[in-house]
């Protein structure tokens, strides 16, 4: 068991209690919504498993100690999850900066991740402290060896959380966000936030060796990636005033690997982004909280860059997913349409809890 885990959590699979939604209200008219209880807090991403549409990652736990589980909804309102990735980074002797080795922390953001098709997860991961040459921000390839559904073990002297990259190449410190996208089985593209001007999206990639470069810049504070039917790369983006937001659409053009070129990238002015999500069909949906941080939303992003609110949620939402099925989430299409996952805090308790936002029966 980890230090730090408390024995009820190192247990291979938890029960998890689910109800009707109290915490999301002002929703949209033909959607429901309920919650599930999560074991710990959340601290990061909600990722889609795209081999199950049953099955979602996410990240939860607390400063300088996170874990991941993967959640699986069963019939009816059954869900349980499993811990499937864990640890912390030991700190140097006298530091408060942790030590650039291969062991999965937390960090001063928190964990932050995407998984691709083939059930790999890619693992962003700032530090403990707030950037520069001997931080131990990175990025990690979670990889099941064993297939016994977890990343917790080391097979044939290879663990199955590994460094891919240390330090990002960003301009100040490369404070990775909560969000990314798979592209294809070895690639994948993740958003840095750090600050006016030197935000960017990384392409980071592991096939025929590990690597990165930059696949578009500038940004300010980037905050959610996602990707179009069209094959286009939305990121989202909020400026330095925190004011204002973007979404950038990026089409690699030429094919040279980036969007850097002339016409690969448009910009269309919205309010602050935290997270994007898409639905599959060409639906894009933003997470962000009001002018006074409480409570977050969720909102549909019209083709004009205006919104149409879906819900209000309850204290500090950190992530918001599709499921990975191709079922409808058209108001009214349910009641087995698409899943909407966002990860929040209890208003009252101030645990951690999940919203499942589904269209209602007709």
Do not use: C
Not at 28 to 37: D, H, M, N, Q
Not at 309 to 334: C, E, M, N, Y
């Amino acid at each position: 068991m980890h230090r730090g885990t408390p024995a009820a959590l190192a247990a291979a699979t938890l029960a998890l209690a689910s109800a009707a939604s109290a915490q999301v209200t002002n929703l949209l008219p033909g959607y429901t919504a309920t919650e599930v209880a999560l074991p710990e807090p959340p601290t990061g991403s909600v990722a889609a498993d795209p081999r199950r549409s049953d099955s979602f990652y996410v990240s939860a736990g607390f400063f300088g100690d996170t874990r991941i589980y993967r959640l699986t909804f069963g019939p009816g309102s059954a869900t349980s999850a499993r811990l499937v990735a864990n640890g912390v980074e030991p700190l140097a002797p006298g530091r408060f900066l942790p030590r650039m080795d291969n062991v999965l922390d937390s960090g001063f953001g928190s964990v932050w991740f995407t998984s691709n098709r083939l059930g790999d997860l890619l693992v962003v991961d700032n530090d403990l402290g707030l950037g520069g040459a001997s931080s131990g921000e990175g990025v990690f390839l979670l990889r099941d060896y064993n297939r016994d559904g977890d990343f917790l073990d080391i097979v044939n002297r290879r663990p199955e959380a590994s460094r891919v990259i240390g330090d990002p190449i960003a301009t100040t410190g490369g404070n990775f966000t909560g969000s990314g996208i798979a592209v294809g089985a070895s690639s994948w593209l993740v958003p840095t936030s750090d600050g006016p001007g030197a935000g960017e999206v990384l392409s980071v990639f592991i096939g025929g060796g590990k690597g990165q470069r930059v696949y578009y810049s500038p940004l300010d504070f980037a905050s959610g990636i996602v990707a179009d039917p069209q094959g286009r790369v939305l990121v989202g983006n909020t400026d330095g005033t925190f004011a204002a937001g973007s979404i950038t659409y990026l089409t690699d053009a030429n094919g040279d690997g980036d969007a850097l070129d002339p016409g690969e990238s448009q910009v269309v002015p919205t309010p602050p982004i935290y997270d994007l999500a898409q639905t599959g069909a060409g639906a894009t949906y933003r997470l962000a909280a009001s002018t006074n941080g409480f409570p977050p939303a969720v909102q549909f992003v019209n083709a004009d860059g205006s919104l149409t609110k879906l819900a209000d949620l309850s204290v500090f939402a950190t992530g918001i997913a599709f499921d990975s099925s191709t079922r409808s989430f058209q108001p009214g299409s349910g009641p087995n349409g698409k899943r909407l996952l966002l990860t929040d805090l209890n208003s009252s308790t101030f645990a951690g809890q999940l919203h499942v936002i589904t269209p209602s029966a007709p």
